[in-house]
T-cell receptor, first 109, second 112 residues
Framework: GQQVMQIPQYQHVQEGEDFTTYCNSS?????IQWYKQRPGGHPVFLIQ?????EVKKQKRLTFQFGEAKKNSSLHITATQTTDVGTYFC?????????FGGGTRVLVKP | SAVISQKPSRDICQRGTSLTIQCQVD?????MFWYRQQPGQSLTLIAT?????????ESGFVIDKFPISRPNLTFSTLTVSNMSPEDSSIYLC?????????FGSGTRLTVV
């Protein structure tokens, strides 16, 4: 079955620094989605990428979808304490959404 | 985006008992999805609930353990049956939107 792998599992970031989390699917995806889950909360939808090579920005967050539609990345610039949480990518194939393992982000003030 | 009301938000249950989790959506949806999130882990799809038909279960999940009801287009329940400590998890319902999915606030289940 479809597998979605995400690295790193943990990311300790100094406040103000940048970091990137990567997502790879074992199969070609129709789209890829990113979610953020704050500690104690539920996943909240951030963005969906559909087109090969697509790049989207949300303020300090930049999302990319690979040319082969099998990988994606999330880059956060100038990390803030509000960025704390777990970021999940989720690959869509048909009606099924398969989540990556998540990157747990801890911010050092 | 859709608003999902999920309850209970948490429960502590004795092993061998069952718990039914409810999700109410503020608009009609064709499919509702039930996920399990074990402590510190990612989300795993349990089943897809369609109105008027039996739920479709993912590998490793069976109807006898996780019976699902879908009586109408805005409501679904998931029952965790004959619970054991290994069932301690967060259970979440979800619906698809034009872009992305909306999740309920989750049910944090502890089995003792």
């Amino acid at each position: 079955g479809q597998q979605v792998m995400q690295i790193p599992q943990y990311q300790h970031v100094q406040e103000g620094e940048d970091f990137t989390t990567y997502c790879n699917s074992s199969t070609t995806l129709s789209n890829i989605q990113w979610y953020k889950q704050r500690p104690g909360g539920h996943p909240v939808f951030l963005i969906q990428l559909v087109k090969s090579g697509e790049v989207k920005k949300q303020k300090r967050l930049t999302f990319q979808f690979g040319e082969a539609k099998k990988n994606s990345s999330l880059h956060i610039t100038a990390t803030q304490t509000t960025d704390v949480g777990t970021y999940f990518c989720a690959g869509a194939a048909g009606n099924k959404l398969t989540f990556g393992g998540g990157t747990r982000v801890l911010v050092k003030p | 985006s859709a608003v999902i009301s999920q309850k209970p938000s948490r429960d502590i249950c004795q092993r061998g008992t069952s718990l039914t989790i409810q999700c109410q959506v503020d608009s009609q949806v064709t499919m509702m999805f039930w996920y399990r999130q074990q402590p510190g882990q990612s989300l795993t799809l349990i089943a897809t609930a369609n109105q008027g038909s039996e739920a479709t279960y993912e590998s490793g999940f069976v109807i006898d353990k996780f019976p699902i009801s879908r009586p109408n287009l805005t409501f679904s329940t998931l029952t965790v049956s004959n619970m054991s400590p290994e069932d301690s998890s967060i259970y979440l319902c979800s619906v698809e939107r034009t872009a992305g999915y909306t999740f309920g606030s989750g049910t944090r289940l502890t089995v003792v």
